[in-house]
């Protein structure tokens, strides 16, 4: 697989699929108990906007960077998850003291989580798995393997709560969307499932939200 989430991090598709996890998980925040972050196609977690892979086809220009300058420059607030979402980058920024800095899925999904909730990142790629795991540290499960296969492994939760974030690369559209299938109907018998879908991502909330 050629796939470098490097190259796209940053995108409008990408920005959309973040907003939508940071939502979805202030929902489950909602109810004092934990629940479960499950991340299939992990990717890096952290990137560098201005490294040679993510200027190649300049694609932050028209999702972040958009978002940003759209927040700076309108006399009109942005909607709630938007503004959330920014100051969720602003402030990892700032704990990492790198303004240049991009959270991928887990480390935005990790800087959201509670005390008693728990995130597995799951990276099929090792060149890719090692980032993941010095971006969030001691903080979650990180593990190089299949996705796809891990899921049966993770599901049903403990806190009979979670959040599956599946989101492969789509290089192989037909063949990721088959697995994606599968893994779905491997998945489903064991717990009721309610799928969510955007940008070619699949959101998979376990009930009690």
Not at 39 to 62: F, I, M
Not at 140 to 152: H, I, K, N, P, Y
Not at 175 to 183: K, L, Q
Request: some cysteine; overall charge neutral; hydrophobic content about 40%.
């Amino acid at each position: 697989m050629k796939y470098r989430h490097a190259f796209h991090a940053g995108n409008f598709a990408d920005v959309h699929k973040h907003v939508t996890l940071l939502a979805l998980l202030r929902a489950l925040e909602r109810k004092d108990t934990g629940f479960l972050l499950l991340d299939t196609h992990a990717g890096r977690g952290l990137y560098d906007l201005a490294d040679a892979d993510a200027r190649k086809g300049n694609e932050a220009a028209g999702g972040i960077a958009r978002l940003e300058a759209a927040q700076s420059g309108s006399a009109q607030p942005l909607a709630t998850e938007l503004t959330d979402y920014l100051a969720s980058i602003q402030q990892i920024r700032s704990e990492r003291r790198d303004r240049r800095c991009y959270p991928g899925s887990p480390l935005l999904g990790l800087h959201a989580l509670r005390p008693q909730d728990r995130a597995v990142f799951i990276e099929t790629q090792p060149t890719e798995h090692a980032a993941p795991r010095a971006a969030v540290g001691k903080r979650a499960t990180v593990e190089c393997a299949d996705g796809f296969q891990r899921l049966a492994n993770w599901l049903p939760p403990r806190e009979r709560r979670a959040l599956v974030l599946i989101d492969p690369p789509y290089e192989a559209t037909a063949a990721d969307f088959r697995e994606v299938e599968r893994a779905l109907g491997e998945t489903q018998p064991r717990a009721a499932i309610e799928v969510l879908r955007d940008c070619g991502a699949l959101k998979v909330l376990l009930p009690e939200v």
